[in-house]
């Protein structure tokens, strides 16, 4: 989210609930993340609204880095990663909807009643008194299961946290440090402005080559034979010039390739000429389409190739 806005020190919000429950009350941990669509930035609160991002792609880029942090951490095995990797259902879901106004009291009691939740409704749950037992109710009202009083119990008592166990938790822009700095200075209930995306679409490609180096270490716009900076003469759309001008270089249906070596920042006396290439929007099944918005959340460690493949 900071590499999407332009800002310097954009600083992004969330809050994390952690649940420990599923339906019926068994155990089935997992995490709501409530994030901001774009970052804080300056002493006033300023906000930018980020581009539009594919959620998809995030969705995948959320997942690997979990992974990847439960592997170091010794939680999972990679036998485990593949297995998950497998499943129809990867547990992990990003969604974006409508943007909710500070005033908007219902939408924001809605989204928090949500995220932060008890880990049973009262209303689906009936209690045969004659029989000792608890009659609970799924979400989707079609089913129900029958609970021995004492079992129900138990289970509800499952999910109480321990004593001082923090069940919800706030980073970035709405940490509690941050929170604090903004009550000292006595602007932490004022109503950021918020600003719109930078530029259009066509403004927002230009980045690439900016993202590219940033990330890689490498200027795209630098000739590997001679040095000299290349500049971009034509765009190539047309999907079957596409695919001969890449299968006569061996590149075509090549998933991902590592990242090429640094160039040389000096002695660059020399212009050359660069053709960029673009699937259209027509593509086939072999290739992955790159959204409009792709270069905008680029991650910094792997390529969107390697979230494919993994």
Known sequence: M????????????????????????????????????GCFYGERGMFRVAPPLELKKLEAIFRHKVFKMLLKKGKITEEMIRMLSTWKHSGFNVFCGNRISPKDETAMENLARYIIRASFSQDRM?????????????????????????????????????????????YGYYSNVSRGKRKEAGTDDANPCILEPEGNVKALRKSWARLIQKIYQVDPLVCPKCQGIMRIISFIEAQQVIRDILTHLGLWLVRSRPPPACARMADRPKICAAITLSESKTSDSYAHPPHQHADAYADPEYSWDDYIQS
């Open 126 to 170: 009936r209690y045969l008194e004659n029989e000792g037992k608890v009659i609970y109710t799924a979400k989707d009202g079609k089913t129900s299961k029958n609970f021995p009083a004492m079992e129900w119990l138990a289970a509800m008592c499952s999910h109480i946290p321990n004593r001082g166990e923090q069940m919800v938790r706030y």
């Open 2 to 37: 900071q590499q999407a806005v332009p800002e310097k020190e954009p600083i992004p919000g969330a809050a994390i609930a952690v649940q420990t429950f599923g339906d019926y009350l068994g155990f089935n941990p997992h995490c709501h993340i409530l994030m901001t669509d």
